[in-house]
């Protein structure tokens, strides 16, 4: 509903639901916050700032009163929440291809961020089908000139860079991947995000180990939430399809992803850049995903989708169509849980719901950029 006094009702709901589920045990200690105090007057390179990610993390970084500069190609859907909610606005935003080696330095000389999140990147495995070569120098030599930049005219103390959660070697085996397990690739985004954890490990090792610059990658599983317009992703296609009442078609109904809401993994990059900062012994790979019970089978989220948007038609195929995807993949979240306070706060099914409020509101007309602080603030509140 686009009624702000039905939402909050339905927030203290789950708030109250979570804040049971914690006194019962299922997290252990509560989850922290990130701290006003220590992000107030930061300065943050944010690269990939006019995607959906991006956009979410410029919000809630700006919502603690950190200094946000965009590096970022302009924003490829229509609509966008780049555009929707103002993001521009809201920082130092700059149109730059992490690719160009020069623009990138210049921009980092002249700003001489503290904190660096990279999460500029070709973020699809069917369009690496299609494009290999721009998927490999955007993901793989893309995060060598952000490394490389910041080596020779940064003045950054902590660097957090995005890849993925397909960046294992995914034999398909029941048992989630850990930070430990070997890298590798069947698709070329998979294998060009796992290249880009080489390269972040050799930068590490041969240069900011020495420098006294704390480095880490963070591999998050299948993000969802309002405001992700991009192609070939389940709930934008379903998005896109239901609100002209078209069919979804879905090709992989029995695939299962770890699945989690968009400011899951977002407050784990955050909470994971300010535990840099103060211990940086914590330099490495993270996995940021659900609970065990996060991972599900396509159908089972498109089917939950449907029923929380209200409407909506879908085929499902028989056969498999179109190139090689993994069918079977989970994360192990143990190290991230222990190391660094991370956990979960929302159960699939209300990841899902958010979701499609998230876009309902938004094609009420609600306003966008008071639609995103308001959910930062309740899952802030999730304690």
């Excluded at 070329?188 to 704390?214: L, M, W």
């Excluded at 998230?358 to 999730?382: H, M, P, S, T």
Aim: net charge neutral; with cysteine.
């Amino acid at each position: 509903s686009g009624n702000p006094w039905i939402r909050f009702v339905k927030r203290i709901c789950w708030k109250n639901c979570g804040y049971l589920v914690m006194r019962h045990g299922r997290y252990g200690k509560k989850p922290v916050n990130p701290s006003q105090n220590f992000w107030c007057d930061k300065r943050v390179l944010l690269t990939g700032h006019s995607g959906f990610k991006g956009s979410w993390l410029t919000l809630w970084l700006r919502s603690l009163g950190a200094k946000v500069t965009g590096i970022s190609l302009p924003p490829n859907t229509n609509p966008s929440l780049f555009t929707l909610a103002k993001i521009a606005n809201e920082c130092d935003s700059q149109f730059c291809d992490i690719r160009d080696l020069a623009t990138l330095t210049a921009v980092i000389r002249s700003t001489q961020p503290e904190i660096v999140f990279n999460l500029a990147a070709q973020p699809l495995v069917r369009a690496s089908y299609r494009d290999p070569i721009d998927t490999f120098t955007t993901n793989t030599m893309g995060t060598a000139n952000v490394l490389e930049a910041l080596r020779v005219y940064g003045d950054a103390q902590v660097v957090v860079l995005i890849t993925t959660d397909k960046v294992y070697c995914n034999h398909e085996m029941l048992l989630p991947y850990g930070e430990e397990d070997a890298l590798g690739g069947y698709d070329p985004y998979s294998a060009s995000k796992a290249a880009s954890e080489i390269v972040i490990s050799s930068y590490r090792d041969s240069f900011f180990n020495t420098q006294g610059i704390a480095v880490a990658s963070a591999r998050a599983g299948n993000v969802i939430g309002g405001g992700d317009w991009s192609e070939d992703r389940l709930i934008p296609d379903a998005i896109k399809a239901w609100k002209n009442d078209g069919v979804l078609n879905i090709r992989r109904p029995n695939a299962i992803r770890p699945w989690q809401h968009v400011l899951e993994p977002l407050g784990g990059y955050i909470r994971l850049a300010q535990q840099l900062w103060e211990s940086p012994a914590l330099v490495g790979a993270y996995n940021f995903g659900p609970e065990s019970d996060g991972a599900a089978t396509v159908r089972s989220v498109i089917e939950s989708a449907r029923a929380a948007y209200g409407r909506g038609r879908v085929h499902y195929a028989r056969d498999i169509d179109g190139p090689h995807e993994a069918e079977f993949l989970t994360l192990d979240i143990k190290k991230a849980k222990e190391l660094l306070g991370v956990r979960p706060r929302l159960s699939l099914e209300q990841a899902i719901t958010l979701t499609m409020e998230w876009y309902r509101d938004q094609e009420a007309g609600v306003n966008v950029r008071d639609l995103c602080d308001e959910y930062i603030k309740f899952y802030e509140g999730l304690l």
